[in-house]
């Protein structure tokens, strides 16, 4: 079941908080954290196989026009034809602050890249991307369809998505876990502020199915 709307603004705006904290902590650090090098070296000089492939096929559909316009688009066209215009708001609306903030606190923090990655990437490391993407496209899936097994495949996938950034050498761990925060703190954040029309509409259509 979903938070109240008070629990829904106040634990994303929490996670928002703690992303930056984090960011900020990375910046008067300098050098990577305990933790990063740690798992760097647990991943370091991955093999062809498995989870190699598995790691680009992430890094293709977690970023770039797939992330930013394809699946946004596609999702919402979605809700529209599932009768959840609500839905398909507030999911734009969560997905394009995602990607906004996430550029903001690139450019704010400026944090170095590791070395030897095997995919092409931009400019700053903190916080990742592909993993605030997709926190923040099934979270924010979670917030609508409210079922528990949509609650297991958004930990899931970010969890993925956090390994394969990391196998790839593209982002540090501590990358990845302000990407998570972002994305969860948006979602919720953004659920809060339409709790209401949301709420209504999931109401309005279990009395349809009913």
């Known amino acids: 079941m979903r938070l ?5 603004g106040w634990w994303g705006l929490g996670l928002l908080v703690a992303a930056a904290a984090l960011g900020y902590a990375t910046m008067l ?25 598995f790691s680009l096929l992430l890094d293709e559909v977690g970023g770039g026009w797939w992330a930013i316009l394809v699946v946004p688009l596609a999702a919402a066209a979605v809700l529209l034809i599932r009768r959840r215009r609500a839905g398909a708001l507030y ?8 990607a906004a903030l996430v550029q903001l ?14 995919v092409i990437v931009d400019e700053g490391s903190f916080p990742s991307g592909h ?7 099934v979270f924010a899936l979670w917030m609508i369809v409210d079922r528990w097994w949509m609650a297991a495949i958004a930990v899931v996938w970010t969890l993925s998505m956090a390994f394969a950034r990391t196998y790839l ?18 979602a919720l954040v953004l659920a809060a502020l339409l709790h ?10 279990r009395a349809l199915r009913g």
């Open 169 to 186: 050498s593209a982002h540090w761990a501590s990358d990845t876990l302000g990407g998570a925060l972002i994305g969860v703190g948006v």
């Open 4 to 8: 109240s709307r008070r629990a829904e």
């Open 29 to 53: 650090h300098g050098i990577p954290f305990a933790i990063d090098t740690w798992w760097a070296g647990v991943l370091a000089d991955p093999p062809p196989g498995a989870r190699l492939a």
């Open 196 to 205: 209401a029309p949301l709420d209504a509409e999931e109401q309005r259509l």
């Open 131 to 137: 993993v605030a993407n997709a926190a923040t496209v």
């Open 105 to 118: 606190l690139k450019a704010l923090f400026g944090r170095e890249r590791p070395e030897d990655i095997l």
């Open 91 to 98: 999911f734009a609306l969560a997905t394009a602050a995602s």
